[in-house]
């Protein structure tokens, strides 16, 4: 069921049942055990960041102040294109993903926003060349 909905998150109950095979009452109790315990989170929309003209992708690996790690979170998060950050271990702190409209709005975004923070020791930032589609493999 999770396989199926990860494919198509819009698929109703009955056509989950159909597909595998099983009850409407079973698929649909199945269905609710999943959301009610956590395992499906929520169901969202993927959206192309090429259509919305954000073309530009950069993996930007960060090394904070540790005593103000929470601070540099809030801010990283709250610069323009930052998609998504994740506390990380080894050499850097964070790891955040930034899109962009081209390579001058990620210049602006990692030199005037990211390394002007006051938490922020240094960054080194990787543009992404090419990303695979988001698949249930991907999880």
Avoid: K
Avoid at 9 to 17: D, E, I, K, N, W
């Amino acid at each position: 069921m999770i396989e199926l909905l990860c494919a198509d998150g819009r698929m109703s109950v009955p056509a989950l049942a159909t597909r595998l095979g099983i009850g409407r009452a079973t698929a649909y109790n199945r269905f609710e055990r999943l959301t009610a315990t956590g395992v499906i989170e929520r169901f969202t929309a993927v959206v192309s960041p090429r259509a919305l003209g954000l073309g530009v992708a950069a993996l930007v690996l960060v090394d904070v102040d540790q005593q103000r790690w929470r601070e540099a979170r809030s801010e990283l998060g709250s610069l323009p294109g930052v998609v998504w950050i994740g506390l990380a271990t080894g050499p850097f702190d964070m790891a955040i993903l930034i899109r962009t409209t081209d390579l001058d709005h990620l210049r602006d975004v990692v030199l005037v926003g990211l390394h002007q923070l006051p938490a922020v020791n240094s960054a080194q930032t990787f543009v992404l060349l090419d990303e695979p589609p988001v698949t249930q493999r991907n999880l």
